[in-house]
């Protein structure tokens, strides 16, 4: 049970060594100028090996619980899927429903926790296997695995990571289910990842650099952060935290020509990676040599 290309690798995995009788997935959508259908990453390899595919808009009612139920499965192996499971589902089979979850539990329990863990400052992240349960995330935990974040990496880099660490952990807690030791979470612990908005990708510069540097790479490659500069827009996905004296003066471009400085709440920032409207992403220096950012002028 999963949608997008995290779910992918753990997909492939269970279909080379188990019986994947069925995916369930979220509808198609319709995309692009012709309005044509656009499956899910995932639909597209359950179908490619010739595995039932189930779109449900809602597992709510009593018909597509007992279609779930009729299946006979074992266990429901569930990544970023994205619809509520509820306790017929949940309890429809033997071993329930083990969610592929991106997060070193209970750390963070919601939608984005690849993004948010980037933001906070996070030096460790990592997947948990753990048992469904009709709270948001707050089943027992079963298996962890562990990555280092790096000063370098990306929204994008850590989502390959984990995607890569769930699908081995899945196969490893399937090997293991009747040894498996659960482990209750201490809620206590816990931070909500709040799901990605669009209106929290414009850079305020008010913010020290640090915590804006951090949210660049965060929202690396989606949905990107962006500044506005005499009515264009340019997508920022990689800087620098560099000193900078404390000022009022929170976008201020400090240096335009050879390199991109900006000011911020505290320090200031020297973007690297950037992509103008309508273009391809580039480095900054490689911009610069046909634009100019006016030293003194403000982003917004």
């Known amino acids: 049970m999963g949608t997008p290309d995290f779910a992918v690798p753990a997909l492939e995995k269970l279909i080379a060594e188990h019986e994947v009788i069925c995916v369930y997935t979220r509808a198609p959508k319709e995309a692009g100028r012709g309005q044509k259908e656009s499956k899910t990453p995932v639909h597209l390899v359950a179908e490619k090996h010739g595995i039932e595919v189930r779109t449900p808009r809602t597992l709510r009612n009593e018909e597509e619980q007992r279609a779930f139920q009729n299946l006979g499965a074992d266990v ?3 990544a970023a899927y994205g619809l509520l499971l509820p306790l017929p589902v949940l309890e429809a089979y033997r071993y329930g429903c083990l969610n592929i979850h991106a997060s ?3 750390r963070w ?3 984005a926790p690849i993004q948010r863990c980037i933001e906070a400052g996070d030096k460790v992240g990592g997947v948990t296997i753990m048992q469904v349960a009709e709270g948001l995330d707050t089943g027992d935990m079963l298996l962890k695995g562990e990555t280092e974040i790096t000063s370098q990496t990306t929204g ?9 660490i769930g699908a081995t952990l899945i196969i490893e807690a399937l090997q293991k289910i009747d040894a498996l030791q659960p482990q209750k979470q201490d809620d206590a612990l816990t931070c909500y990842a709040a799901k990605l908005d669009k209106s929290e990708s414009k850079l305020d510069f008010m913010l020290p650099a640090e915590v804006l540097e951090r949210k660049i790479r965060a929202f ?3 949905p990107a952060t962006f500044f506005e500069y005499k009515g264009e827009r340019f997508k920022v996905l990689m800087a620098e935290v560099v000193s900078e004296d404390v000022s009022n003066e929170a976008g201020k471009i400090v240096q335009g020509r050879e390199a ?9 920032l020297k973007i690297t990676q950037i992509q103008r409207q309508g273009k391809k992403a580039m480095p900054t220096e490689d911009l610069l040599r046909g ?3 006016e ?3 403000f982003l917004c």
């Not at 994008?156 to 890569?164: E, N």
């Not at 991109?260 to 200031?268: E, I, P």
């Open 76 to 78: 429901a192996v569930v």
């Open 104 to 106: 070193l539990l209970p």
């Open 109 to 111: 329990r919601g939608a």
């Open 156 to 164: 994008g880099d850590l989502h390959d990571k984990m995607a890569q």
């Open 220 to 222: 690396n490659p989606y």
């Open 260 to 268: 991109l400085v900006v000011r911020c709440g505290s320090g200031a």
């Open 291 to 293: 634009f100019e950012f």
């Open 295 to 297: 030293e003194g002028s």
